[in-house]
């Protein structure tokens, strides 16, 4: 039932996107600085000076502009202040121990994705990680596996996708969750399932209190890179380059030539495929 309300709200999401689709139109951002900033992609902007950039990979920046701006609303009204007050008021050591908890399950997540892309080397890995942590380590609250030198990665079904040949993604900002690519959007659904907290939690208010903490926690280690957005003089230009350069997306602009393709295509029959280019090595990403 859980994983039904789950899978309901990404589907709905990408409904919308679709919809938003049929009105869309390539956008194009004119940025008028006015006072020296160097920007997320590098370039240093100067006073008085305009540029048009528009990014192929961004097809939907009408819909993900309009879910950037509520999610930025929802954030500073609540989340944030929320997140400083679980910083402030909650003992380091219980942090660190609620952020292992939550480690351990994504683990979970990510060993069932390193099956899928047969990566027997990264499997063992995440399966001794899991297994030591969440038997001895108490589910997971105390990372032991990290101290004898299992240390952990990341994994998830975008990546599964990816692996298969969906490389180029178009960026895709969903309601509440923030910055993901439709591929990884999409990723999700199979990703709840691997997800234990579904199969051992059967009460709904320990899930959504479940959720609520494990955002919580992800959200007060970011609250140092707010500094990016609050200086940025376009913050949702920004969030979306540094994001996309976070998981391995080129940053695009008009008038770069590339023969990738991009499935999202199908998606929305108006996006180009005129260009593909990394205009700036990648930036130290705090959404990592």
Not at 68 to 74: A, E, I, P, Q
Not at 76 to 101: C, E, K, L
Not at 261 to 280: H, K, R, Y
């Amino acid at each position: 039932m859980k994983q039904l309300i789950a899978i309901k709200y990404i589907t709905v999401s990408l409904l919308i996107l679709m919809v938003s689709c049929a009105n869309n139109t390539p956008s194009t951002t004119k940025i008028t600085n006015t006072s020296p900033v160097v920007a997320a992609s590098g370039d240093i902007a100067t006073q008085n000076n305009e540029s048009t950039t528009h990014n192929p990979l961004d097809p939907f920046e009408n819909y993900n502009r309009n879910a950037f701006r509520m999610n930025m609303k929802l954030d500073g009204a609540v989340v944030r202040p929320t997140a400083v007050w679980y910083i402030t008021n909650v003992p380091s050591p219980i942090r660190y121990s609620i952020a292992n908890f939550y480690n351990n399950l994504r683990d979970f997540v990510t060993l069932g994705d390193d099956i899928l892309q047969l990566n027997g080397t990264n499997t063992m890995k995440t399966l001794m990680r899991t297994s030591i942590n969440t038997t001895v380590g108490l589910l997971g609250f105390i990372d032991i596996a990290t101290g004898i030198g299992l240390k952990d990665h990341r994994n998830n079904f975008g990546n599964t996708l990816k692996f298969y040949g969906w490389k180029n993604s178009s960026y895709f900002v969903m309601p509440l969750l923030g910055p993901y690519t439709v591929r990884d959007a999409i990723g999700l659904i199979p990703d709840v399932y691997f997800n234990p907290t579904w199969y051992v939690v059967d009460n709904n208010y320990i899930s959504v209190g479940l959720f609520t903490i494990g955002a919580l926690d992800s959200r007060s280690k970011y609250l140092d890179a707010d500094a990016l957005l609050a200086t940025s003089l376009n913050p949702y230009i920004t969030m979306r380059d540094v994001y996309m350069q976070s998981i391995g997306e080129p940053i695009i602009y008009k008038g770069h030539n590339d023969s990738s393709i991009n499935i999202d295509n199908l998606i929305d029959g108006n996006s180009s495929n005129e260009s593909t280019a990394v205009i700036n090595p990648p930036l130290e990403s705090a959404l990592k």
